[in-house]
Every structure is written in C-alpha cells, then in structure tokens.
C-alpha cells in the first residue's frame, strides 16, 4: 500500500484560488463520475439494499442542472474524463440528450466520455449512445453461468447482457468488463470470466468487494482479494504483474496455451490505491462525494436551484475536494453513510 503524504496544513483559502482541483493531500483531481439516477433494473446484493427507497424524480438533476454542473467541472476545474454511472444510466430516457452535452464539453477540455452500465438495456440503445458522443462502456459482469448471475443481479438474466456488449462492439464502441467477486457467491467464476474474455479479446477487470453495500452484509471473510483471484488463475495461465500506471486497478499478462491476454485487479480493501486518487463523484441528486468512502456529500444542488454563481458553487466545490478524506486507507471498514453504491455512483 502507498502512504499518503500527510495532510497540508494551508488554510482551504489557498484551495479556493484558481488553478487544479487539488485536496489537501496534493492530489489533483481528472476525472469525475456522476451518477445519473438512483434507480436500477438490477438488485445486485452487493450494492443496493433489500428495500430502496428511491429519490423522488424532483430531486435528482435535471438535463439543464447536470449542463451547468458539467461545464464547471470541465471548463473551469480541469475535470478531464467523465464517467456517467449510476443506478443504472440506461434508465434515464435522456441519457442520449446528456451524452451530447457532455460532447459539447470537448470544446473545453473534456478528453473522454464513458459509461458503466450492467448492460441489460444497452443492446437497443448502443449506436444511439455511440451517436450522441459516448468513447466507450464498462459492462458489469460477474457471472456466466446463469443461476449465478442471477444471485448476483436479484434474478435477472445473463443473455440480454451478452447480447448488450456484442452489440456494443459491433457499433465500435470499446468495452471492458468488470466483475465483483464475492465469497461462496462467485469465486468460480473467475476462471470461466478470464476464458470469456480471453476468447471474446476484451479486457476484464476483478473488483474485491467493498464495505459499500446497502445491505451491510459485507465482512472480511467475503472478500476474495487479489493474491488469491491470481492463486486461482495461475491454475491455468503463467501470471505476470505489469508495471502499475494511474489506473486503481493493477494489470497482469495472462498466458495459456488458449492465447494471451491482460487482467486487471482492483484490489480497493486488501492493496488500496488512495495514494494516487484522481477521482470525484457527483450523486443523482448533485452531491459531490470527493471519495467513495466519505461519508457525506457537498450540497450543490440546492445552491443551484437557490441561484448561486459559477463562482460561489466553484468554492463549494473546490472546499469540498480540499476536505477529502485519505479515502479506505483511513476507514477500513463499513461506510456508514444514509446512501448506497447505487445513489452513490460506482
Ligand atoms: N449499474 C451499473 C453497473 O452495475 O455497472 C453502474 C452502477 S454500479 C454501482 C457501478 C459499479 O460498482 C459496478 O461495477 C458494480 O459492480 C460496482 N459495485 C457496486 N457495489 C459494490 C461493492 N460493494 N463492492 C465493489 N464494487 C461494487
Ligand atoms: Fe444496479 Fe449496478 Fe448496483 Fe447492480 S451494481 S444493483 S446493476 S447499480
């Protein structure tokens, strides 16, 4: 694990001046989620709780509210890669109008659009989102076989799933997968995940599953992490550790006699990455949580809808970021916070 530095002492005055959106740790934020509804077709165990209650429609950003936010993220802050999440994204109806706004932010400095999504409903929608401006999907994807799938997704299908990312591809949109791992759920599926995407040449990442969900059913003991999701590898691939660039996740080149192909592990509980966190995320309901461990948000809706300036909801945004926590090297274990992974935006 890389330590962080410890925290400067300089009064958040100095985080309100222009120049990159940096915490007070020194480290200068790139990229923003934002999670574009609460709501979800899925109930995957590991994110939602057993009953949501879902924001009413009047809270969550509008079209016109996530544009103002957007461009001051982009074109006064330095935000430069934004993923749109969730919830599911495919839910909201004018994600297609959303996607174009943020296109329009390339004019400032956006570098790349992306988009997680459990890839139920992307299928029908794929050449619409690639239309609108979106670079490319992390398609969620923790099981194939299909009884497992559906103990990971509250009962739902694999197939549509499959058929979300082919077609995804077939539009040219790059796809990579992402698969949580969870302890006497789908530990087996490591193996037939790796075939799948080694055939199919896309790249997969393993998630450790985090004290995040909404069921607060998470334990140590359920978490597979990283030295054993690659124990269980080398069982039938030569596994080597790549050098570790900025991605939270670490990358490995798998060889079999099958072919090659590269892994990745995010290993968030047992290796975690804070040291080097270039993240920020922007709630449905226009919170910005500067980490997925913090434990409350920054209001920004509010003083939206009250009529605040570029400027005033800038210091608000630049405040919170110098605040942010030093992420699960400090907390961990469980989040105790009134929302979850879902209305937080993975
Ligand atoms: N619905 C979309 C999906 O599933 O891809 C986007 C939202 S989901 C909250 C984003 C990501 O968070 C998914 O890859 C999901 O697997 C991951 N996730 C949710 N809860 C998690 C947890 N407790 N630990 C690790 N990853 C989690
Ligand atoms: Fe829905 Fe994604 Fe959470 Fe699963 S992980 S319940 S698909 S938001």
Not at 25 to 53: A, I, Q, W
Not at 186 to 213: C, G, H, K, S, V
Not at 246 to 259: E, I, M, Q, W
Not at 291 to 309: I, M, Q, T
Request: proline share 7%.
């Amino acid at each position: 694990m890389t330590l962080l530095p410890r925290p400067s002492r300089v009064l958040p005055l100095a985080a309100l001046r222009p120049g990159p959106l940096a915490d007070r740790y020194g480290r200068v934020k790139r990229k923003l989620r934002v999670s574009l509804t609460d709501r979800c077709n899925f109930r995957c165990p590991y994110c939602m709780p057993e009953h949501p209650h879902f924001l009413p429609r009047s809270a969550l950003l509008t079209r016109a509210e996530l544009r103002r936010l957007l461009r001051l993220f982009v074109g006064e802050l330095g935000i430069a890669r934004l993923r749109l999440t969730g919830g599911e994204p495919l839910l909201r109806r004018d994600l297609e109008q959303v996607l174009e706004d943020c296109a329009a932010l390339r004019a400032v400095g956006l570098e790349r659009i992306s988009l997680t999504t459990n890839g139920a409903l992307l299928a029908p929608r794929a050449a619409r989102l690639k239309a609108a401006g979106l670079d490319d999907l992390n398609v969620s994807l923790d099981a194939l076989d299909p009884q497992t799938f559906a103990r990971l997704s509250g009962g739902r299908e694999v197939q549509p799933v499959l058929e979300g990312i082919a077609q995804a591809r077939a539009v040219g949109l790059p796809v990579k997968l992402n698969a949580v791992i969870v302890r006497g759920v789908n530990e087996d599926e490591i193996l037939p995940l790796t075939r799948y995407a080694l055939a199919q040449q896309l790249p997969l990442r393993f998630i450790e599953f985090m004290p995040l969900d909404g069921r607060g059913a998470w334990s140590r003991d359920k978490v597979v992490g990283e030295a054993e999701i690659l124990a269980r590898l080398r069982q039938e691939f030569g596994v080597r550790e790549l050098p570790r660039g900025g991605d939270p996740a670490a990358y490995f080149a798998l060889t079999s006699r099958a072919g090659q192909t590269e892994i990745g592990v995010i290993a968030t509980v047992t290796n975690p990455f804070c040291a080097s966190c270039d993240r920020l995320r922007l709630t449905a309901d226009g919170a910005l949580y500067p980490c997925l461990f913090s434990e409350r948000g920054v209001n920004l809706r509010d003083p939206l809808r009250a009529g605040a300036d570029d400027r005033t909801l800038a210091a608000l945004i630049r405040d919170g970021v110098w605040h942010k926590d030093a992420g699960f090297v400090a907390h961990p274990g469980y989040t105790r916070r009134p929302i979850a992974m879902n209305a937080l935006g993975g």
